[in-house]
């Protein structure tokens, strides 16, 4: 099962308003990007 959210624009109202409800590990496809899929990873080691 993937979690993907999809917007027009990455600078549109619409997905600034979502983007702090999306989940880590879900992905986020923007219309005006195709070839672009973005992955909201967690963080996999601390910076030290």
Do not use: N, Q
Request: glycine residues 6%; hydrophobic residues 45%; aromatic residues 6%.
């Amino acid at each position: 099962m993937i979690d993907a959210t999809g917007s027009l624009d990455r600078s549109g109202a619409p997905s600034k308003k979502t983007v702090d409800a999306l989940a880590w590990g879900s992905y986020v496809l923007f219309v005006s990007e195709p070839e672009r899929l973005i992955e909201l990873a967690a963080a996999r080691s601390s910076l030290s």
